[in-house]
């Protein structure tokens, strides 16, 4: 096919998308919000599952850049009682199917990846509307538009795009992180950094969590789970470091001291990140010359699965619309009949029902594929 595609968000679903297009010879355009790549932190670890994420890379022609990104020994697992009783212990032997990198680091190899000029930063979008005949026009910040017969909403949670297929919004999980980093943890938090381990550790009680990865540079990040309504969050001051981390520690009296040290002894001020999510059975009607991939389309709750998702959707799209020239109908049609019950079947991973025990729903999980869903 010759016309380009329009691609909004470049994220790592957006950028495996045009890399993918890229491979097969078909012109695309990424624009992107944020002024340059390293506009912002682009946040922590991921654990790319052969299932799905290195499926996407694959297809990408990534794979041997991709293994260079992998931190060894980052797949061991471990799963603590709030006592800190150590529950279950998984090393990582190298057999696991979810090596671990840095997201920055796999964004950058995607973006490198691309011919110069694909993404065009700066561009924050406002609006998108239909012109008829699956042309589409969208609106960005600086009053500028462009007009696409193909356009691909990759633009997250909050998706400008999204409206045009769906009027379905996210709504408030119930449940927040407070996300924290202990910075040379084998020296300055050595009790803590014994405590995760070489890769993962949870401890979980109903309702209360937290989750620590061991990241590059000998880094602890940790991500303190709270059930709570939006409400409750809000009487905590956030912007005053000290009070919010003595409240949020509150709520793990009791634990394990190597455990809230993960809040308490955090180098960083304590950031509030809500959980929002859309229903799990998200869909829509084929709309000509527009799609949705990654949290644009089915934005679900952390449960490892998302950023995995969004590569495997921009990749299918691309294949899809190399195995269809001429015919982006039927090349959409074939890509959302196979996304939608793919990521309905994801969204169901997660938090157990309520009187679930959280820890021994983690433990089978873990025990069954060497990964927490």
Do not use: C
């Not at 919000?33 to 682009?42: H, K, M, N, Y």
């Not at 990582?92 to 964004?107: A, F, H, K, N, Y």
């Not at 049609?333 to 029902?353: D, H, K, L, V």
């Not at 959280?358 to 999980?365: F, W, Y």
């Amino acid at each position: 096919m010759a016309t380009e595609v329009t691609i909004i968000g470049a994220g790592l679903g957006g950028l495996a998308l045009a890399r993918v297009l890229h491979v097969h010879g078909i012109p695309s355009a990424v624009y992107e919000a944020e002024s340059s790549p390293a506009a912002r932190s682009q946040g922590g670890m991921l654990d790319i599952h052969d299932y799905n994420g290195q499926i996407a890379l694959a297809a990408a022609g990534l794979t041997d850049e991709f293994r260079g990104l992998v931190l060894e020994g980052r797949q061991a697992m471990r799963v603590l009682a709030p006592d800190g009783t150590v529950l279950f212990d998984k090393v990582d032997d190298g057999t696991g199917g979810r090596p671990e990198v840095q997201r920055g680091e796999l964004r950058r190899m995607l973006l490198d990846s691309l011919p110069a000029g694909t993404v065009r930063w700066g561009h924050k979008v406002t609006g998108a509307r239909t012109l008829g005949d699956g042309r589409h026009e969208v609106t960005f910040a600086d009053g500028g538009t462009v007009v696409t017969s193909l356009l691909v909403g990759a633009d997250g949670a909050w998706s400008r795009i999204r409206p045009l297929l769906s009027a379905a919004e996210p709504e408030y999980s119930g449940r927040s992180v407070v996300e924290t980093y202990l910075y040379d943890a084998d020296t300055r938090h050595a009790a803590v950094a014994k405590t995760v381990g070489g890769g993962s550790m949870m401890a979980a009680k109903p309702g209360r969590e937290i989750f620590a990865h061991r990241e590059k540079g000998d880094t602890l990040h940790a991500y303190v789970g709270v059930v709570e309504p939006l409400e409750w969050f809000a009487g905590i001051d956030f912007t005053d470091a000290a009070a919010a981390t003595e409240r949020i520690a509150r709520e793990f009296d009791g634990w394990a001291p190597e455990l809230t040290a993960l809040i308490t002894d955090s180098d960083v001020a304590p950031v509030l990140r809500p959980l929002y999510a859309l229903p799990a059975e998200h869909r829509w009607e084929r709309v000509p010359g527009v799609t949705l991939l990654g949290d644009a389309a089915h934005l679900a709750v952390p449960n490892g699965e998302g950023a995995n998702l969004a590569m495997l959707d921009g990749a299918e799209l691309g294949q899809a619309l190399a195995a269809h020239p001429g015919d982006v109908e039927a090349a959409l049609t074939a890509y959302e009949r196979a996304m939608f019950p793919r990521s309905a079947e994801a969204a169901a991973i997660g938090g157990g029902e309520d009187g679930e025990d959280p820890i021994q729903g983690l433990i089978a999980a873990v025990a069954q594929d060497g990964r927490p869903e």
